[in-house]
């Protein structure tokens, strides 16, 4: 048999995520290409991968950073596209195949619904979209006939232990595991004075800053429960979360009959981003192979919500719909920025997103892309009207 060339387009290549992607891609040169990179501010590191993948296209933020840009890639013949239309532009070429959505946070939306009405194959890494805009991005990309794979490790893990990755008959539960973060056996008191650099030290991922804060506050499991409603169609009721320190089992399917499905593997993101880059089927990725008689036990336990109040308020926003995830997702993202800043406390972040949620978490959901911006624009605003006020 033989096979096209698929063309991949990487919005946040200079990420986590993106280096992942890319390791894996240069794994299989006969299946994909590199075809376009995005970058924000680490111009080196764009620049080193443009030299090396040679894509068709780089994606950069304004006019400045495509003339540094352009001074680093040694004569490498890349196009450079810059400004708020560029990320859009490569997503919906039409040359690309595959989207990887790896940019964090709300700045990956206007581009993943590019991606979405353009019809691509989108490789959802960008969980903040899908919580910020569920129901418009799904929309989208069944107007447009895209497809979307999970990358996030416990949404993937879901999507293998579900029959062709949907939600059907005979479905009980979906159980999300986490990890706990660095924090799971801290007491509450101490939690006040944790620094950035603590937050960011994930004991099982090495990860990019927002999503490793997110993590210890566990308010990174509350945004997956969000994603998990909308990715698998499944009620609140139906969504739990247990907390797995080793991170070896990256979730599970409960089924009427008892039966319990899990996916396990080492934490290492290039299995997800392999799984959802040849499904159905499978790629060689770099991993290691798991040695469950050297790992020798695997523990579980309820989450601890008294402690880890962004779960709880995740949980809320779920349960309350309109536009209380939108609400929240801005909320703690500039929270979690401003405590990276060290502008305000580790325990002010669930504070901050409690009282930002109580003022506009009881809004009506955003029904297109600008609406659902205007929400953000509107929750920021009075996350840093907060922020203000904590610091004067
Ligand atoms: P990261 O911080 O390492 O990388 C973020 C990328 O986004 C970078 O390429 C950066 O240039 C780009 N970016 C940042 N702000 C931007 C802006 N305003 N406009 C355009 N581009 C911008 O983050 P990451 O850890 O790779 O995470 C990326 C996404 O994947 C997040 O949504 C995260 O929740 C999700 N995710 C990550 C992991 C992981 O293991 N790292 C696991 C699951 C899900
Ligand atoms: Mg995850």
């Known amino acids: 048999m033989t096979r096209t060339i698929q063309n991949v387009t990487i919005l946040g290549s200079t990420g986590s995520?993106?280096?992942?992607?890319?390791?894996?891609?240069?794994?299989?040169?006969?299946?994909?290409?590199?075809?376009?990179?995005?970058?924000?501010?680490?111009?080196?590191r764009l620049a080193q991968q443009c030299r090396r993948f040679r894509p068709a296209l780089a994606a950069v933020p304004d006019e400045d950073s495509a003339r540094r840009l352009g001074g680093l890639l040694d004569g490498c013949p890349v196009r450079i596209l810059a400004g708020e239309s560029a990320l859009a532009e490569i997503s919906a070429h039409d040359e690309t195949d595959v989207v990887m959505a790896a940019i964090v946070g709300a700045a990956g939306l206007p581009a993943g619904i590019a991606a979405?009405?353009?019809?691509?194959?989108?490789?959802?890494?960008?969980?903040?979209?899908?919580?910020?805009?569920?129901?418009?991005?799904?929309?989208?990309?069944?107007?447009?006939?895209?497809?979307?794979?999970?990358?996030?490790?416990?949404?993937?893990?879901?999507?293998?232990?579900?029959?062709?990755?949907?939600?059907?008959?005979?479905?009980?539960?979906?159980?999300?595991?986490?990890?706990?973060?660095?924090?799971?056996?801290?007491?509450?008191?101490?939690?006040?004075?944790?620094?950035?650099?603590?937050?960011?030290?994930?004991?099982?991922w090495k990860m990019g800053r927002k999503i490793s804060v997110d993590s210890a506050t566990m308010m990174n499991k509350g945004l997956e429960l969000i994603e998990a409603h909308y990715l698998f169609d499944m009620p609140d009721a139906g969504?739990?979360?247990?907390?797995?320190?080793?991170?070896?089992?990256?979730?599970?399917?409960?089924?009427?009959?008892?039966?319990?499905?899990?996916?396990?593997?080492?934490?290492?993101?290039?299995?997800?981003i392999a799984h959802a880059l040849a499904y159905p089927e499978r790629i060689e990725s770099g991993v290691d192979m798991l040695r469950l008689a050297e790992i020798g036990r695997l523990d579980f336990e309820a989450p601890d919500l008294g402690r880890f109040a962004c779960l709880r308020l995740a949980r809320e926003a779920l349960r309350a719909e309109g536009a209380a995830p939108a609400v929240l997702n801005a909320a703690n993202e500039v929270a979690v920025e401003s405590f990276l800043a060290g502008r305000i406390g580790f325990l002010d972040i669930a504070r901050l997103n409690e009282r930002v949620l109580g003022r506009l978490g009881g809004e009506a959901a955003g029904s297109c892309l600008d609406s659902v911006l205007d929400i953000d624009r509107r929750a920021r605003a009075e996350a840093r009207a907060f922020v203000e006020g904590a610091c004067p």
């Open 17 to 44: 995520i993106g280096a992942s992607t890319l390791d894996v891609l240069a794994r299989h040169p006969d299946r994909y290409r590199v075809f376009a990179l995005s970058g924000y501010r680490q111009l080196e």
């Open 239 to 272: 969504l739990d979360v247990v907390v797995h320190p080793q991170s070896i089992v990256h979730s599970m399917v409960e089924y009427t009959d008892g039966s319990t499905l899990a996916q396990l593997g080492n934490p290492d993101m290039r299995t997800p």
């Open 116 to 204: 979405a009405r353009a019809g691509k194959r989108i490789l959802l890494a960008n969980k903040e979209s899908l919580v910020m805009a569920g129901k418009v991005f799904l929309d989208a990309c069944r107007q447009g006939g895209a497809s979307v794979l999970p990358i996030d490790s416990e949404h993937n893990a879901v999507f293998q232990c579900l029959p062709n990755g949907r939600n059907g008959a005979g479905v009980r539960r979906i159980l999300l595991t986490a990890s706990g973060g660095p924090f799971r056996e801290m007491p509450l008191e101490r939690m006040a004075d944790v620094t950035a650099a603590q937050a960011c030290e994930h004991p099982n």
